[in-house]
C-alpha cells in the first residue's frame, strides 16, 4: 500500500499555488495580471487606495492634490462674491476663500475615510452657481447702486452682502439634506442597476467637456503662459516619467539609504506650477509684459499686506442662516446635479485608480457623506456647497498617486492653512494663465477617462450608438442654449421658473 508522501504533496499545492498567481510580462506592461485574489489591475499606478506612502510624501503628494483645485477655489469665490455685492477692495474676499479651504478639506476628510472611501476631494461646483446666481437675480437681492455703495458705511456694506450670503446658506443646508436621505436611505444603490457603462460614459465625459469654457476663459488671460504650462505638464508626467532622481531615506529599520524616486511623476503638478510661475516672474522683472496682463506676478500682490496673519472659519460666521421655499427649490437642482456628477466621478476615480468598482454600499455611503459635508459648508458660510473633485480624479491620471492617505494628510493640511490669512492671499498671486493651463490638461484626463469605458459597449448595436450619440450631443447643445437666452422660461411663478430653467 503506498504511503502518503507530504513533501510531494505541498509540492503540488507549491505548483498550483504558482499558477494562481502567476504573472504575465508580456507587453503591454498596462496588462499584467495580478494575483486572483488582488482581483484588480494594477497598470501603472504607484501607490493603490489602501498603500500608504512615507509620511513625507503623503504631505507633498496631498498639497500637489490640492494644488488641483487652488484655482478652481479662487476662481469660484471671485464668481460668487460680486454676486453678493461685496467689494473688490473688501478683505472678506479673502475670508470666503479660506472658508472654501477649510470646509473642502474637512468634506475630504469625511469622504475618504467614511464615505467612499476612495482618494476623492471634496470642493466647489459649478454646478451650484446657476442656482446661486438664480437666487441673487431675484428683484429683493439684486445690488444697490454704486452711489448707494459709496454712501454707505462699513457696518451697511458688510449687512449688505451677509444678508444674501445667510440666505445661500440657508438654501444649501435645507436642500443638502435630501442629499444625506437618500444616501441613508440606500436609493442611490437601488439605482445602479440601471447605471450601466452606457450612462457612465456620457456622464463622466460631459464633466470634463461641459467644462471646456472655464478652462479657455482662464487659459486665454495669456495663451503664451497657458500653452508653456501644458507644455511642461506633458513634459514632466508624461515624457519625463520615468527618469528617477536618486535621494535619502531614513527608516528605524535601514537608516539611511539612497533610493531613486520618479520625481517628474510623483511631483509634475508642482514642478509645473513653479517652472512657469519662475518664468512669468522673470518676464514681470524685465517688464515684458503688459502693465495688465493676467500673466504677471505683481498685479495682486497688496492682497497679502490687508489680509490678517490668523483667522479661524466658524460656523454662523455671518450670522444665523435664513431660509425660503423658492430659495432651497432653487438649489434643490444644484443637489440633484451634484449627486449625478459624483457618481460618475466615483466611477472616474477608481478607473484611473486602477481598484474596484465601488460597490452600492460605498455609493450610498459617499452620496450621505456628500451630504454631510454640504451642510457643513452651508453652516460655515461658504457660499456653496460640496461636490467630488474632477480635478483632482485628474491629478490621479497624471501622477499615478490613488493613496487615500495622501488625500488625508492633504485634508488635514488645507484646514491648517485655512486658518492662515496669508494663505488665501498667496493663492491669488499665482497667475491665471498658469492655472487656465493646467485645468485643460485636467479636464482633459477626465473626459479621456470617461471615454475608455466605451470598450464595456456593444457598439455593433445601433441602439447603443444612438443613445451614446444623443446623450453627449444633447448634453451640450440644450445647457449652451439656455446659458445664451435666459428668462425663456415663464410659466407665470417665479420659483417655477427658476427651478425648470436651473
Not at 467614511?114 to 442656482?131: D, E, H, K, M, N
Not at 435645507?174 to 437618500?182: D, G, L, P, R
Not at 517628474?264 to 495688465?292: H, N
Amino acid at each position: 500500500m503506498e504511503q502518503d508522501n507530504p513533501a510531494s504533496e505541498l509540492k503540488d499545492e507549491t505548483k498550483i499555488a504558482e499558477k494562481e498567481i502567476q504573472i504575465t510580462v508580456d507587453e503591454p506592461k498596462e496588462y499584467v495580471v495580478q494575483p486572483k485574489d488582488e482581483g484588480r489591475f494594477r497598470g501603472d499606478i504607484l501607490y493603490t487606495v489602501d498603500e500608504v506612502p512615507r509620511w513625507y510624501l503623503c504631505f507633498v503628494l496631498g498639497i500637489q492634490q490640492y494644488l488641483m483645485m487652488f484655482g478652481s477655489i479662487v476662481a469660484y469665490s471671485y464668481l460668487v462674491t460680486p454676486k453678493l455685492c461685496i467689494q473688490e477692495s473688501d478683505p472678506a474676499r479673502g475670508y470666503i476663500t479660506s472658508t472654501l479651504f477649510f470646509v473642502s478639506g474637512l468634506g475630504s476628510l469625511i469622504q475618504s475615510t467614511f464615505g467612499t472611501r476612495l482618494p476623492i476631494i471634496q470642493g466647489p461646483s459649478s454646478v451650484f452657481l446657476a442656482p446661486i446666481f438664480a437666487i441673487l437675480s431675484l428683484p429683493q437681492w439684486k445690488c444697490p447702486s454704486k452711489e448707494e455703495m459709496l454712501s454707505a458705511t462699513e457696518e451697511e456694506l458688510q449687512e449688505i452682502w451677509q444678508l444674501r450670503m445667510r440666505e445661500i446658506q440657508g438654501a444649501i443646508t435645507a436642500a443638502s439634506i435630501f442629499e444625506i436621505v437618500i444616501g441613508f436611505s440606500g436609493v442611490i444603490g437601488i439605482m445602479l442597476q440601471w447605471l450601466t457603462p452606457l450612462v457612465i460614459v456620457p456622464t463622466i465625459s460631459l464633466i470634463g467637456l461641459s467644462l471646456f469654457e472655464e478652462a479657455a476663459s482662464t487659459a486665454s488671460k495669456n495663451w503664451g503662459i497657458a500653452i508653456l504650462t501644458i507644455f511642461l505638464l506633458v513634459l514632466f508626467s508624461q515624457y519625463l516619467e520615468n527618469i528617477n532622481i536618486p535621494g535619502c531615506s531614513y527608516s528605524r529599520e535601514r537608516g539611511w539609504k539612497i533610493e531613486h524616486l520618479p520625481v517628474f511623476k510623483l511631483f509634475s503638478v508642482i514642478l509645473t506650477v513653479v517652472t512657469a510661475w519662475v518664468i512669468c516672474f522673470i518676464l514681470t522683472a524685465a517688464d515684458a509684459l503688459g502693465p495688465t496682463n493676467s500673466a504677471r506676478t505683481d498685479l495682486r500682490v497688496q492682497t497679502m499686506n490687508s489680509s490678517p496673519w490668523f483667522r479661524f472659519p466658524y460656523p454662523g460666521q455671518w450670522g444665523l442662516p435664513t431660509v425660503t421655499i423658492s430659495a432651497i427649490l432653487g438649489m434643490f437642482a444644484g443637489i440633484l446635479a451634484s449627486v449625478l456628477e459624483s457618481i460618475g466621478d466615483y466611477y472616474a476615480c477608481v478607473r484611473l485608480a486602477c481598484a474596484l468598482p465601488p460597490p452600492p454600499s460605498a455609493i450610498n455611503r459617499g452620496i450621505f457623506a456628500e451630504g454631510i459635508s454640504c451642510i457643513i459648508s452651508g453652516i460655515w458660510g461658504s457660499g456653496c456647497g460640496m461636490t467630488s473633485y474632477s480635478q483632482n480624479i485628474g491629478a490621479i491620471g497624471i501622477t499615478k498617486v490613488a493613496s487615500r492617505r495622501v488625500i488625508q494628510y492633504g485634508a488635514v493640511t488645507m484646514m491648517i492653512f485655512a486658518v492662515l490669512g496669508k494663505f488665501g492671499a498667496f493663492l491669488n498671486i499665482i497667475p491665471e494663465p498658469i492655472i487656465g493651463g493646467i485645468i485643460c490638461v485636467m479636464f482633459a484626463l477626465v473626459t479621456g477617462a470617461g471615454l475608455s469605458n466605451i470598450q464595456f459597449i456593444d457598439l455593433h448595436s445601433s441602439r447603443n450608438i444612438f443613445i451614446l450619440g444623443i446623450s453627449l450631443f444633447m448634453g451640450i447643445t440644450i445647457p449652451k442654449w439656455f446659458s445664451g437666452h435666459p428668462g425663456t422660461i415663464d410659466v407665470g411663478n417665479d420659483v417655477a421658473n427658476q427651478l425648470i430653467t436651473v
